[in-house]
């Protein structure tokens, strides 16, 4: 049986600390548009408070999570065990896209190591945290980060990156807002 939580204890920013991976889920208002999942890695979550989290997002092929918040905030953070005792967590609440010109990137960037490629922080103010047993998650052996994006964005310039971002991350797939302006 699931449990509810009425804010990060000690106990759940471990557990979130030492995840290697976490999905992000976000749709938007209208019934016809696309539910988006997009998996993360990296060391790119934080946990500010017990009712605080946010991300860095990075340049990629589109920009759902973006679109999605600006449009109605409605954001699902989840972990899940891949090794270890079984869990499932879930970190439901109201985002909000801090985009380089934001008041708050500067002081929140310096919270996460160096990368490549990012265009904004997504944070979220937590309204529902849940677990579950996670007992049908396949368990998994960690064998390392991917170094694709690394060796793709080690090989594109400010100028290509920005590029990058004009062509595909300027609105979702379903033609709504998403970045305001490329962030290089």
């Not at 979220?124 to 396949?138: E, F, N, Q």
């Not at 400010?158 to 609105?171: E, F, H, P, T, V």
């Amino acid at each position: 049986m699931g449990k509810l939580y009425e804010a990060l204890d000690d106990q759940l920013i471990d557990f979130i600390a030492t995840q290697k991976m976490f999905f992000v889920g976000s749709a938007p208002m209208s019934g016809d548009g696309h539910v988006n999942i997009s998996p993360k890695g990296k060391d790119c979550f934080r946990v500010l408070d017990s009712q605080t989290v946010a991300y860095l997002d990075m340049t990629g092929s589109g920009a759902e999570t973006i679109a999605h918040v600006k449009e109605n905030q409605r954001l699902v953070f989840m972990f899940c065990a891949f090794e270890g005792r079984p869990l499932t967590l879930r970190l439901h609440g109201q985002g909000e896209v801090l985009e380089r010109s934001h008041k708050d990137f500067g002081q929140l960037i310096s919270l996460f190591p160096e990368l490549p490629g990012v265009r904004s922080i997504i944070r979220m103010k937590i309204t529902r945290i849940a677990d579950s047993c996670g007992w049908v998650v396949p368990e998994y052996e960690f064998k390392g980060m991917r170094d694709y994006y690394d060796k793709y964005a080690a090989n594109k310039s400010d100028a290509d990156m920005r590029a990058s971002q004009l062509k595909g991350n300027m609105q979702s797939i379903d033609g709504l807002s998403a970045l305001s302006e490329p962030s290089f």
